[in-house]
């Protein structure tokens, strides 16, 4: 099992930036995708940004691309998400995952992702 934990969330004005950090401990053997999954109130968990463990390939949903960053540190066991040119609605909890992804499951879907970290909340006001 692998546990993950989530920082750097908080509240900052629109226009700004954040870096999230995850730290991962435990058997992360097999762990060959993470991603950066946020909840807004009142939608359903999104994928922000993925990366791909194996050849740090990154992946990021459209509507993020540009101002989303996903990145790792693999001696430290870290991933990072940094955020900038932030708006009112990416308001919202974020989380931390882990997957060992195989072929012809989506990298998108949570349900694709076994370990979850508690969230950071990120807050930007306008």
């Known amino acids: 099992q692998v546990q993950l934990v989530e920082s750097g969330g908080g509240s900052v004005q629109a226009g700004g930036s954040l870096r999230l950090s995850c730290a991962a401990s435990g058997n992360t053997y097999g762990i060959n995708y993470m991603a950066w999954f946020r909840q807004i109130l009142g939608k359903e968990r999104e994928g922000v940004a993925v990366i791909a463990l194996h050849r740090d390939f990154t992946y990021y949903v459209d509507s993020l691309r540009g101002r989303f960053t996903i990145s790792r540190d693999a001696a430290k066991n870290m991933v990072y998400l940094q955020m900038n040119t932030l708006k009112p609605e990416d308001t919202g909890l974020y989380f931390c995952?882990?997957?060992?992804?195989?072929?012809?499951?989506?990298?998108?879907?949570?349900?694709?992702?076994?370990?979850w970290g508690q969230g950071t909340q990120v807050t930007v006001s306008s």
């Open positions: 995952a882990a997957g060992d992804i195989g072929m012809g499951r989506s990298i998108w879907s949570s349900q694709s992702y076994n370990s």
